[in-house]
């Protein structure tokens, strides 16, 4: 297993999972609500700075891995994952758009890995809308974590619209991945 710095950065956003989940089972002598709300908005903006610059990282350095690009959608999968829980526990997040994200994250993995056991994983590489999605979740996220009023504009209002715009391209992506797979699905059951 290398050992790099893009590679660091990828484990301690997975070690920041744990805080993000703790800052809320702290006693209520040690934080107020605010400042959980603001700490735990703090560790996921972080950790995904940190997704940005380790993928920065290993192209600049020249340290790009096997293992790395095994263990960055990984950490990114975990953290959304456990963020979601927490808002769906915390009352800002509908279960239902909870089990859509991690779903979809869940079969596009399991595809993704299954197309490249059969050599066919460039039909379901990373795609524009993919990224438009995670860029919406990657947003709202923060903003019900922080749950508050900011600028004047009360964030988890913004965060509740762009965690069902999140949803809704999750379902599309979801489809257009589907949809390339398909011929090599269809394919693979005709030589049965």
Avoid at 1 to 28: E, G, S
Avoid at 57 to 66: D, K
Avoid at 85 to 110: N, P
């Amino acid at each position: 297993m290398p050992f790099n710095l893009p590679i660091l950065l990828t484990w301690l956003r997975i070690l920041a999972i744990p805080l993000l989940i703790a800052v809320y089972y702290l006693p209520t002598a040690w934080l107020t609500d605010d400042e959980r709300n603001f700490a735990a908005t703090a560790i996921f903006a972080a950790a995904a700075l940190t997704d940005w610059a380790d993928g920065y990282l290993a192209r600049r350095l020249n340290q790009t891995s096997a293992f790395g690009a095994f263990l960055d959608p990984v950490a990114d999968k975990l953290m959304v994952a456990a963020a979601l829980i927490v808002l769906v526990q915390l009352g800002r997040v509908d279960a239902i758009i909870a089990a859509i994200i991690i779903g979809r994250e869940i079969t596009i993995s399991a595809l993704r890995e299954w197309m490249a056991t059969i050599g066919a994983s460039k039909s379901v590489a990373v795609s524009m809308l993919g990224k438009i999605k995670t860029t919406a979740q990657m947003l709202a996220i923060p903003l019900l974590l922080l749950h508050g009023t900011l600028a004047g504009f009360q964030m988890n209002y913004i965060g509740t619209w762009l965690i069902w715009l999140a949803a809704l391209l999750t379902l599309w992506s979801m489809g257009y991945y589907m949809r390339m797979a398909w011929p090599e699905i269809v394919r693979r059951q005709l030589d049965r």
